[in-house]
Nanobody, 121 residues
């Protein structure tokens, strides 16, 4: 059984910052890609940022220069530092991990439960 547990969401004023964290636990052999996605009710979930095990990063255009993704392979954690937040960043943010779990040793996508980020004055 693999779990992803997110933390760090909340309410912040425009221009403010938040840091999201996600920790994976369970019978994990290795984790390939990790990332963050977001979803506004009534719309499709969209990619925010991803990072490979080797550290290659991909950002959505709308967060470039404002958000920074990082990961700690030893701790099985991925984080998202969000600066210069805008009201349009308001969404539920989901952690994703491509996990190779024991004993099946086959890659499976796992998702966190989601954490609400609200940017409002």
């Amino acid at each position: 059984q693999v779990q992803l547990v997110e933390s760090g969401g909340g309410l912040v004023q425009p221009g403010g910052s938040l840091r999201l964290s996600c920790a994976a636990s369970g019978s994990i052999f290795t984790i390939n890609g990790m990332g963050w996605y977001r979803q506004v009710p009534g719309t499709q979930r969209e990619l925010v940022a991803t990072i490979t095990r080797g550290g290659r990063i991909n950002y959505a255009d709308f967060v470039k220069g404002r958000f920074t993704i990082s990961r700690d392979n030893a701790k099985k954690e991925v984080s998202l530092q969000m600066n210069s937040l805008k009201p349009e960043d308001t969404a539920v943010y989901y952690c994703n991990a491509e996990v190779v779990a024991n004993p099946i040793r086959r890659e499976v996508d796992y998702w966190g439960q989601g954490t609400q980020v609200t940017v409002s004055s």
